[in-house]
């Protein structure tokens, strides 16, 4: 009999979809708190201008080594489907390389716009301003990384469910990673794994590209992640959506 995705799962991976940002925001504070040469001044302090419009928001200011900062967090999964920086979209294509980057170079000359002033707390006028982008960049396989991305960015594949998918070892165990799990290597027992055939069956009631690990025994019974790739449905990208999110993108180059 045929398995598919359950119910619950479908739900659960739905409902998930708007909270890694959230998520990788909660787990630089932790470290800000505790790291000894941080100390946090505020943390998603909005702006507002006189109209009682928002003209933006803080994620982090920060005491680093005692100099004031304005710190952006984010943590982006991106897709590339062409050639170039400007090719690389999110899964869910409402999201962008190239979209990213122009609203950290907005967010991050907040602290010069004149509604934040009254905001800022003492010592932050002027502030260093600078961000943390974190993540993944998929790619096909054997393609190379487009300028001005760094060439050590954490990368994976992506691949049509239907066709072959790359894999390190034969004898290599799968895991379908719902967001929450992400950020971190998967290190599973082995009863929380799939073999290929499995995985495909269960991503074939998935109407957008899923994330999955490639696990490899780590010699103490567990299975340690060893690649990650996104996995495409028939259909994807959708053109529409593509040509949209594509002029947006045309709209931000230019």
Avoid at 43 to 53: F, M, T
Avoid at 71 to 85: H, I, P
Avoid at 189 to 216: F, G, I, K, M
């Amino acid at each position: 009999m045929k398995k598919s995705a359950t119910r619950h799962e479908l739900s659960v991976r739905y409902l998930t979809a708007g909270l890694i940002g959230r998520y990788a925001e909660r787990l630089f504070y932790f470290w800000f708190r505790h790291a000894p040469h941080i100390r946090v001044a505020a943390e998603n302090l909005i702006v507002i201008d006189s109209g009682r419009r928002t003209v933006g928001e803080f994620d982090f200011l920060l005491w680093l080594d005692g100099e004031p900062w304005h710190l952006e967090t984010a943590s982006k999964f991106y897709l590339q489907l062409g050639d170039g920086a400007d090719s690389l979209v999110g899964p869910g294509l409402r999201d962008a390389w190239r979209l990213k980057a122009t609203k950290l170079a907005t967010q991050l000359r907040l602290s010069r716009h004149p509604d934040a002033a009254a905001r800022l707390p003492d010592g932050f006028a002027d502030c260093h301003a600078g961000a943390r982008l974190t993540g993944w960049l998929f790619f096909p396989a054997d393609h190379a990384l487009p300028p001005p991305l760094a060439p050590d960015a954490l990368r994976g594949w992506h691949a049509p469910l239907a066709e072959t998918w790359p894999r390190r070892r034969d004898d290599s165990r799968w895991a379908w990673l719902p967001r929450l799990s992400w950020l971190a290597p998967a290190w599973l027992e082995r009863a929380d794994t799939l073999d290929e055939a499995a995985l495909r069956e269960r991503l074939l009631a998935c109407p957008s590209p899923q994330l999955v690990a490639e696990l490899q025994p780590d010699g103490d019974g567990r299975w340690r992640e060893a690649a990650r790739g996104f996995v495409t449905p028939p259909g994807w990208p959708d053109p529409q959506r593509l040509a949209a999110l594509r002029a947006l993108i045309a709209g931000q180059a230019g």
